[in-house]
């Protein structure tokens, strides 16, 4: 099967339709699309909830697009746009929509995001979908407002409001306000038992909600796939989603279809959506059922040239490849009904990238099938860690992705796991994650493993009480900037990146998410020091990077959403130094001389695949790689052709593969080795 295009498109029934259509039809064509998802009710035109007869003049519209595109073999699909509203924006209900809105914690009321749990709105949401559905869809798309975070004007998002309050009262055994209710979710430490109730009664709803519109639709039209749209996956922790009973409510025995968000609506610097990707895009991936489908999500808003360049969006879409995505969700027209603007040349780009796209897909690769650094996470972390600062929800928001953005920005190969069971493997483990294991399942892990831990792991064990299992009596924190440590030195005896005794800057200008809080780290057994922390000084505050036996200490943590100052070529070094001695088989592949490359590890029946993403706006005249694997040949997807050549390498002193090819700025290069042929050209 081809790689598949879904342009999502809003055309206007009152708005010169079948001019539209007539451009669209000519798109479709020279940009390669093979499905269209039309909008309905869209944002700009979009004036709240529609009622019945507000919809059928989008219906009837729609209904004679169809058969334009069918004939020429192209799928047709729906996007509602709406279903609990993404934000208020001045909207207001309808007559007759006797809706309860959401509330948030604070108790601000919503003026139109509708409550998932109000039984006139799941009536007029399932009469709705039913609606739809007789279009005969080939997919029905449920948008990310399918949640319930981020509805403006509230406060992180809902729901509060009277109908949960006396579902939260009945669930406690007592009558209770929202204010002390919250209270209770957001409590430090020890989780209180009101945080097990939210969760679990946000989770039922919008399964239920799942399984309602599921039903709705194929009670119409069974061959109709129902998709979903997603946002952040972290969040949808703190309102307890579980990824498999939505899907299968919305899915209803066809194949899941979920739409990972790629977190850029508007180019921004490639560094940043390197480890933006790995925290959003790449944990929804792991978070769903191994055999759903993914089609990501391309978005330029607000939907020009300006917004997003070419080569960016071709960036976007080719690291969505180590997804291993099936397809692509492509809105890159406004959503006023303007339709297609020809002018931007976006099919010129798209029909451009197709057949590298074609050719990576059609080498077969799994998620399941990944190889690297086991990175840990739990979706259930919003039920056992102990709650951050903060008065909102975020507060019991999970912080398990440090290592897959730090690792991937070294291009060291990784690869996220719900799994709770290693032998002999490398897992890396960030936040609050050991709280969801059982002491026995903790032990195992450190029983025969390489296991990387940053400082919030390390001071969760402590606090655990279970200190002992990594040789650690006690921890400090020494915030950022406070004076007390300014700088990381080596202390080894190695040169790294060239440098006698490296140093490292263990502070920031002003932000203390740029590199984080120290862990000072008490040992009680012997450690092997690789680096230290220092004063302005020079005076020593502490142990730095250490290892004991198979525990790599990485005594950084309060991390949030950038590491700048912690990316350091040293310490790219020092770690690839120190995963080189993993156990044999386990050792992840790596990307040397390079920065913001990640590297993507699958094996496949005939060999291994490696998809290099060049994140950087510098071009690599040459690619070296540590391998955990032997090489007898290196072919290459050709990114004009799509087609397999051959790729000469050579090996340094070091052993390390050279591979004598470009790898430009944001980009990426697909390779395999071995290849069983050898007619192939060369490149």
Not at 17 to 27: D, I, N, R, T
Not at 310 to 335: K, P, V, W, Y
């Amino acid at each position: 099967m081809p790689y598949v295009y879904s342009l999502r498109i809003g055309i206007c029934p009152d708005f010169e339709p079948e001019e539209k259509l007539e451009h669209l039809l000519g798109f479709v064509e020279s940009a390669a699309i093979d499905d269209v998802q039309f909008f309905l009710n869209m944002e700009e035109i979009n004036d709240g909830h529609l009622t019945p007869e507000e919809t059928e003049p989008w219906l009837e519209m729609l209904r004679s697009f169809a058969p334009r595109l069918k004939e020429r073999g192209v799928t047709f699909s729906l996007n509602p746009w709406t279903t609990t509203l993404h934000a208020d924006r001045g909207r207001r209900l309808k007559a007759g929509q006797n809706f309860v809105t959401m509330v948030d914690a604070d108790g601000r009321s919503a003026q139109a995001v509708a409550c998932p749990l109000c039984d006139n709105f799941r009536t007029y949401l399932s009469q709705m979908y039913s609606r739809y559905s007789e279009l005969g869809c080939d997919i029905i798309w449920v948008e990310d407002d399918f949640r319930l975070l981020n509805h403006a004007p509230l406060k992180w998002g809902g729901c509060f409001c009277e109908l949960h309050r006396k579902v939260f009262s009945e669930r406690t055994g007592r009558t209770l306000s929202r204010e002390d209710f919250v209270r209770g979710v957001l409590r430090p430490g020890e989780p209180h038992p009101y945080r097990r109730i939210w969760l679990d009664t946000a989770r039922e709803i919008m399964t239920d909600l799942a399984r309602l519109i599921g039903k709705a639709v194929h009670q119409v039209s069974p061959q109709t796939r129902v998709a979903l749209m997603s946002s952040a996956p972290e969040t949808h922790c703190v309102e307890g989603r579980d990824w498999q009973a939505v899907l299968k409510g919305l899915s209803c025995g066809n194949r899941p279809l979920v739409r990972p968000h790629l977190p850029a609506y508007h180019e921004q610097a490639g560094f940043r959506y390197c480890l933006a990707f790995q925290r959003y895009s790449r944990l929804t991936a792991a978070a769903v059922p191994e055999n759903t489908e993914l089609w990501p999500e391309l978005d330029n808003l607000p939907h020009t040239t300006f917004s997003k360049s070419h080569a960016f969006a071709r960036l976007q879409m080719e690291s969505a490849l180590s997804l291993c995505s099936e397809g692509i969700t492509i809105n890159i027209f406004d959503m006023t009904g303007n339709g297609v603007a020809e002018c931007q040349e976006n099919d010129r780009m798209l029909r451009g990238v197709k057949p590298y796209l074609d050719g990576v897909l059609g080498l077969g690769a799994t998620r399941g099938s990944e190889q690297g650094v086991q990175v840990l996470f739990c979706p259930d972390s919003s039920y056992t860690l102990h709650a951050y600062e903060g008065d909102s929800l975020d507060a019991i928001r999970p912080r398990e992705t440090f290592w897959a953005e730090y690792l991937s920005s070294f291009g060291i190969a990784n690869v996220y796991t719900s799994r709770r069971r290693f032998s002999g493997e490398v897992v890396a483990v960030a936040g609050q994650y050991f709280r969801n294991l059982q002491e026995e399942e903790l032990r195992a892990l450190f029983a025969d493993n390489t296991v990387l831990l940053n400082g919030d792991a390390i001071d969760t064990l402590v606090d655990m009480g279970c200190g002992d299992l990594i040789g650690v009596d006690e921890v400090e924190w020494l915030a950022l900037n406070g004076g007390q440590h300014s700088y990381e030195q080596v202390t080894d005896g190695r040169t790294y990146h060239g440098l006698s005794k490296a140093r490292m800057s263990a502070q920031a200008i002003d932000e203390r998410t740029e590199s984080g809080d120290y862990l000072r780290i008490s040992y009680n057994a012997p450690v092997t020091e690789h680096s230290d922390l220092r004063t302005q000084t020079g005076r020593r505050a502490g142990p730095g990077l250490c290892r004991r036996d198979g525990v790599i200490f990485f005594p950084y943590g309060h991390l949030e959403e950038s590491y700048m100052h912690l990316l350091n070529p040293v310490r790219r070094e020092m770690l690839c130094s120190l995963l080189r001695d993993a156990p044999a088989g386990n050792r992840p592949a790596m990307a040397l001389e390079t920065q913001y490359v990640t590297v993507n590890h699958f094996s496949l029946p005939e060999g291994e695949m490696i998809l290099l993403v060049n994140y950087a706006t510098d071009a690599f005249e040459r690619v070296v790689l540590d391998l955990p694997f032997a090489v007898e040949s290196c072919c290459a997807i050709d990114r004009s052709t799509g087609k397999t050549v051959r790729v000469p390498w050579t090996l340094d002193e070091q052993g390390n593969l050279v591979l004598n090819c470009v790898l430009e700025a944001l980009s990426s290069r697909c390779f395999l080795f071995p290849h069983p042929h050898d007619d192939l050209p060369d490149a």
